[in-house]
């Protein structure tokens, strides 16, 4: 058996009439980045709050925080999104459920993916952000706070500019994972461009250059983050500080 | 709250479900030891082995790290078959989804497992190779008998963290329709129209597995610790 290698199978017309078969590419790349990047920068504030959660003095607060990171970091991610797309809307007060089933299909997929990783990967930087709390020398917070300040003055001040600019390289990695982890949002219908690179494969009998495509295009979006991740680090590093 | 629950339903899918969970943890002991095999290999070539290899080995580190877990399933599901059948003139070979996904996590956590190696081979002391040396060890057998068992003793808690890993990535076999846990779990859900108690009850175990894990992680970086 011989392929056919066919390049420009991407300036064909889909034979389900969703227009060129590029655009079946571009369109999940865009459902790609805008889920990733949204659930990065809500799960970047959420997980902040819950690492410094684990690090108060609070036991109830510490503690609820501790079981939210421990149990959305020790369960597969794509179980979560099964949890939250067909059991949750089941267990909500009957009009609220009832209210998310009837939404637009799409928009209720949507949602449910953001929300899954948004809480999935505040787990993970949460962690991080503890780890980086409490790799500050606790004779900084008492120095700080027999100067006056607040707990809160603390945290804003002291402990989480030195903690941000700690856990940067580690945050790298987690800020790929959303990239990667949101490849489960077609497991439920939305396609993204793990998704819509299946579709393409099968609608267009040229499997091998779809998921090529594909797979250069994950390269290059890790590339970037590597890029900007690197230059922020550089941008906020303290002279003299962690190796400058 | 209207929802009725019937926890019975879990006890009629138990067999079945008994199955998904020994496919579940079948995939994870392949994947687990191929994985740590290849991916030492891996690492020793990326630290001793000649300068077009250590390129080649960290373009397929960087290649595997780079793209979606499911994506590279379906690499193995949809393409590798017709590659098979190239290579070996068959026309009416298959490849089972079984095999499909056992390379694709035996090679995906290979990547993974090389990065923890070659972190653990840097965690030796360099002095430690010349002094074999001049022991009259040749390099493979410094490398066996000296570097790699402090290298895997020093990085056994990630070792453990990246099998946790594993485990929760075998769930996405669910996209090729493997009965692995998960997948069975949703079948027998579906068919009975109890997803609410089969994917908490998933949840839940999973949860005390990886817990498991973790415990297990904490143990060994105590027992290291405590220089043992």
């Known amino acids: ?244 | 709250m209207g929802y009725d629950f019937e926890w019975g339903t879990l006890l009629r899918a138990w067999p079945y479900l008994a199955e998904g969970m020994a496919m579940t943890l079948f995939l994870v002991a392949v994947a687990m030891t191929l994985g740590i095999l290849i991916g030492t290999v891996l690492a020793v070539v990326r630290i001793f082995g000649p300068r077009p290899l250590q390129i080649a080995a960290g373009g397929y580190v960087n290649l595997f790290r780079s793209v979606p877990l499911i994506l590279t399933i379906f690499w193995f599901y949809f393409l590798m078959p017709p590659v098979m059948r190239m290579i070996t003139g068959d026309q009416n070979l298959t490849i089972g989804a079984i095999y499909s996904a056992l390379a694709a996590l035996t090679l995906a956590e290979a990547a993974y497992y090389c990065e923890i190696m070659r972190a653990g081979i840097g965690s030796v002391r360099g002095g430690q190779m010349h002094a074999a040396m001049a022991l009259g060890m040749t390099r493979s057998q410094a490398l066996l008998s000296v570097i790699l068992p402090q290298a895997f003793r020093n990085m056994t808690p990630s070792l453990i963290n990246q099998t946790v890993a594993l485990l929760k990535d075998t769930s996405l076999v669910y996209v090729i329709s493997l009965n692995d846990f998960l997948g069975a779990a949703t079948k027998l859900g579906q068919r009975d129209g109890r997803l609410v108690e089969m994917y908490l009850f998933v949840a839940a175990v999973y949860l005390a597995l990886c817990s498991l894990g973790v415990w297990l992680v904490g143990y060994f970086q105590k027992k290291r610790a405590a220089g043992a």
């Open chain 1, 1 to 244: 058996m011989n392929y056919n290698w066919d390049w420009l199978v991407f300036f064909r017309q889909s034979v389900t009439g969703e227009g060129y078969y590029w655009e079946m590419i571009a369109r999940g790349l865009g459902w790609t980045v805008t889920i990733s990047l949204l659930s990065w920068f809500l799960a970047l504030g959420i997980g902040t709050a819950a690492g410094v959660a684990r690090t108060l003095r609070n036991p109830a607060v510490r503690w609820t925080a501790t079981v939210y990171v421990h149990c959305f970091r020790n369960t597969p991610v794509l179980v979560q999104l099964f949890i939250w797309y067909f059991v949750v809307p089941e267990l909500l007060p009957a009009k609220w459920g009832d209210a998310v089933k009837q939404m637009n299909p799409a928009l209720n997929q949507f949602l449910t993916v953001v929300v899954c990783l948004t809480l999935y990967t505040a787990a993970k930087a949460a962690e991080q952000v503890r780890a980086g709390i409490e790799s500050v020398p606790a004779s900084q917070t008492h120095a700080a706070l027999a100067m006056g300040l607040t707990t809160a003055g603390v945290y804003r001040h002291v402990l989480l500019p030195q903690a941000f600019r700690i856990v940067l390289p580690p945050m790298t990695s987690d800020f790929l994972n959303v990239f990667k982890n949101s490849a489960v949002a077609m497991t439920i219908g939305l396609m993204e461009l793990t998704g819509q690179t299946r579709q393409l494969s099968e609608f267009s009998a040229q499997p091998f250059e779809a998921f090529v495509a594909a797979t250069v295009v994950y390269m290059v979006i890790t590339y970037l983050v590597i890029l900007l991740m690197r230059w922020i680090e550089n941008r906020s590093r303290i002279p003299g500080y962690l190796g400058a």
